[in-house]
């Protein structure tokens, strides 16, 4: 089997992203079989190979691309294949995670990271406390400290998992604040917002988060 076939199994299968150095160590022993002289030698063979990889998926006949993903690489629909697929995801009524208020609050994060719990309400004009947990519990979110004012509120910021959600490579990647308002409101329709996030209330009492965040950060 060539190199360049035995990475292709490795990132079809693999949930997550896959590091280089994750792909060199699988295949170190074949590569050497193959003739290479050293370690740096196998990382340049399994570079090379990955970059033809990433090269032939890039061309108009597949659907698909090896793109760079939180740290590693992984296969996604290409762009111009969004609507097929989302049109497909559309007809088996996936399950939606997020309630539109998690979402303002995680994109509200996300592009002002870190962001601390009264930044995030003054900027949504309405107190956010209420969903932080649920960000929080799906591991969209982390604790980034405290910020040195009175007070000390806690900072949030996103995590990998939220790369992951999304399919970025990291925070540089994310869309423009129009494009993001125009995708979640195709994709997250009121209608298909599961009953547990929609009942959340958004007029959590003030120390509510702080309980919350708390308990995430001991548990880490």
């Known amino acids: 089997m060539s190199l360049k076939a035995q990475l292709e199994a490795i990132i079809y299968a693999a949930e997550t992203p896959v590091t280089l150095e994750q792909m060199?160590?699988?295949?170190?022993?074949?590569?050497?079989?193959?003739g290479a002289v050293d370690d740096a030698d196998v990382k340049s063979r399994v570079r090379s190979s990955l970059e033809e990889l990433?090269?032939?998926?890039?061309?108009?006949d597949h659907g698909i691309e090896i793109r760079q993903v939180a740290?590693?690489?992984r296969m996604s629909t290409k762009p111009e294949q969004h609507e097929m697929v989302r049109g497909f995801a559309r007809s088996l009524k996936p399950p939606v995670r997020l309630s539109l208020p998690a979402l303002e609050t995680l994109a509200?994060?996300?592009?002002?990271?870190?962001?601390?719990?009264?930044?995030i309400s003054e900027i949504r004009g309405v107190d956010s406390g209420g969903v932080i947990a649920t960000l929080l519990d799906r591991k969209l979110i982390t604790t980034a400290g405290r910020k040195?004012?009175?007070?000390?509120?806690?900072?949030?910021?996103?995590?990998k998992e939220f790369l992951m959600r999304f399919g970025l490579k990291d925070v540089n990647e994310l869309p423009s604040m129009e494009e993001f308002e125009k995708l979640v409101a195709e994709s997250f329709q009121a209608e298909l917002i599961p009953a547990e996030d929609a009942a959340q209330p958004q007029d959590a009492g003030p120390d509510q988060p702080e309980e919350v965040a708390e308990s995430a950060a001991q548990k880490e």
């Open 24 to 34: 060199v160590q699988l295949v170190k022993e074949s590569v050497v079989t193959a």
């Open 54 to 60: 990433v090269g032939e998926y890039g061309g108009p």
């Open 71 to 73: 740290g590693g690489y």
């Open 108 to 119: 509200v994060i996300a592009y002002k990271q870190p962001a601390t719990v009264p930044e």
């Open 148 to 159: 040195q004012v009175i007070g000390r509120p806690i900072l949030y910021k996103t995590t």
